[in-house]
């Protein structure tokens, strides 16, 4: 059975059910997500292996081979039609795509197993997240109904919101007690709970709330950084309930179950669906999502605790996110451009010989330059500062300083310790998109590569908003051959 059958026996039936990884459903048969890629704008729908499977990522692999992919539409597994797609325009803010809509999600940016098979999970940068305003069989007004999501305990930051639940249907910010959703992160501008996060707590409109205090602290909401965690969110018709748990093993726990803060009750819920964003698209947070469903009623505390364990027996483990040639933390390497007519540059920190600056470019650099010119082109390769499988490239020339993204262009910057840093260069190297060594994706933004355009360096997503984000020579401009010097 699958966590919808297990809410239908306690006749709270899943409304909406939402996963890139698998069936909820024991008979389901019909499609998880459908993938959008960039050689040639075609989508495809991938479906479970067999009823009530895990998804076919081998279906996505061969439709995504040497190109890149999205993911558009998340299907609604309870034959609602909920499916989520790339969200609107909210009152807070408008997405970056240029009609204002938020980014889709990489597809490759989660892989993960399930017992063993391969699958991929939605991780959501700022800027991305979903939608669906208008819904079937979603609670509203003071309607209960409970929600639960299985998510990545290591990646969240402290923006609003990365949400996964009840909102509005206009996106805009219809005031208290027009949400009710999961959010999973740091933000501490309303309540917070145990520890310094990441914390699960109740995205009720105007505040996240770990108990019914407003601006409160609720020392039995624990920081839970499990790397695979089980999130509930429950809404009765009188209070709420905050639970969470280790998604591989182990039971549930609840963390509030109680009153609402005043101004909440009763509550008025308007019923669309997010994920990734706040009620007003506030899109400035990240996180990942692996599976979720909302039901109608308050499911009993049996049920819960049976989907719990549903999910710790669908056997979630993380897998490499890197793939090609190997580019061993320790090596120092150089990174040679492959893109016809350019294959002699380098990516190098900008400058001449003994003069630098923090930009990131490409540089005619060969195996008779002089030593100081070499080194602007020289990377010793570490392990990831956000992610120990992918890697960080530091500066030959001043230690501690890394490459990093900032507004998606490349710099050499000194490490902060922050963890926007760490975010910001870490890198994962993957087979070239044009075959010819390694595509090096951001790891916090894994629609995006390393590219070079007009002799500048990017990290550049196929056909995005930004002008370095053209589709016109993309797999040359993402692929880079790694070794260990110069060519004569
Ligand atoms: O409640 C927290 C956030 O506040 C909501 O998600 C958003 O709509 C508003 O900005
Ligand atoms: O490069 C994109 C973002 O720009 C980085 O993550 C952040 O540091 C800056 O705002």
């Known amino acids: 059975a699958g966590p919808c059958d297990i809410y239908a026996q306690y006749d709270t039936p899943c409304v909406a059910a939402h996963s890139t990884t698998r069936a909820l459903y024991n008979s389901y048969n019909g499609p998880l997500y459908e993938v959008v890629r960039g050689s040639d704008g075609s989508s495809t729908n991938i479906a479970p292996l067999s009823a009530g499977g895990v998804a076919n ?13 999205v993911i558009q539409t998340i299907y609604d597994q309870s034959g609602n039609g909920n499916n989520l797609t790339p969200a609107p325009p909210g009152g807070e803010t408008a997405g970056p795509q240029s009609n204002g809509y938020d980014n889709p999600a990489s597809a490759i940016g989660a892989p993960v197993t399930l017992n063993g098979q391969k699958a991929y999970g939605i991780f ?8 669906i305003e208008d819904t079937k069989g979603v609670a509203t007004g003071n309607e209960p109904e409970s929600i639960y999501a299985v998510l990545d305990g ?56 770990s108990s019914n205090a407003e601006y409160g602290t609720n020392s039995a909401d624990p920081t839970q950084n499990d790397r695979f965690l089980t999130a509930m969110v429950k809404g009765g018709t009188d209070g709420f309930a905050l639970l969470g748990g280790n998604a591989q ?27 990734g964003i706040g009620g007003d698209n506030s899109d400035g947070a990240q996180g990942t999502f692996y599976e979720g469903v909302m039901t109608s009623g308050l499911a009993p505390a049996a049920a819960d605790a049976a989907v719990q364990a549903n999910v710790v027996a669908a056997g979630y483990a993380t897998t490499s996110l890197v793939s090609g040639p190997a580019v061993n933390p320790g090596s120092t390497v150089t990174m040679r451009v492959t893109t016809p007519g350019f294959t002699t540059r380098y990516i190098a920190q900008n400058g001449t010989s003994g003069q630098y600056s923090s930009s990131v470019v490409t540089t005619v650099i060969t195996s008779s330059s002089p030593s100081s010119l070499q080194q602007l082109g ?3 390769v570490v392990e990831g500062l956000a992610q120990s499988d992918c890697v960080s490239f530091e500066s030959s020339i001043t230690s ?18 922050s963890a926007q840093f760490a975010d910001d260069a870490t890198f994962c190297p993957k087979a070239a998109l ?3 060594g390694n595509s090096i994706m951001s790891w916090s933004y894994p629609t995006r590569f390393f590219r070079n355009y ?6 550049a997503s196929e056909g995005g908003p930004q002008y370095f984000d053209t589709t016109n020579s993309y797999n040359n401009d993402v692929s880079y051959v790694v070794g260990s010097g110069f060519e004569s």
Not at 57 to 69: L, P, V
Not at 171 to 188: K, L, P, Q, R, S
Not at 249 to 275: C, E, F, H, V, W
Not at 403 to 417: K, Q
Request: aromatic share 14%; proline share 3%.
């Open 57 to 69: 990522a081998g279906a996505q692999d061969s439709f995504c081979a040497n190109t890149t992919c």
């Open 124 to 131: 959501s940068s700022p800027g991305t997240g979903y939608r």
């Open 154 to 209: 290591t990646h969240f930051n402290d923006n609003c919101c990365f949400d996964y639940g009840n909102a509005e249907t206009n996106a805009h910010d219809d005031g208290d007690a027009t949400m009710e959703a999961i959010y999973f992160g740091t933000c501490t501008v309303w309540d917070k709970g145990a520890g310094s996060g990441p914390w699960i707590m109740a995205d009720l409109e105007n505040g996240l709330y």
């Open 249 to 275: 093993s182990g039971d549930l726990s609840t963390y509030y179950n109680g009153s609402r803060p005043s101004g909440y009750q009763p509550m008025n819920k308007q019923g669309a669906i997010i994920l």
């Open 378 to 380: 020289l990377w010793k």
């Open 400 to 417: 501690g300083s890394y490459i990093r993204h900032y507004a998606f262009e490349l710099y050499v910057d000194a490490n902060d310790g």
């Open 434 to 436: 044009n075959g010819q």
């Open 454 to 459: 007009a002799d500048t360096m990017f990290v």
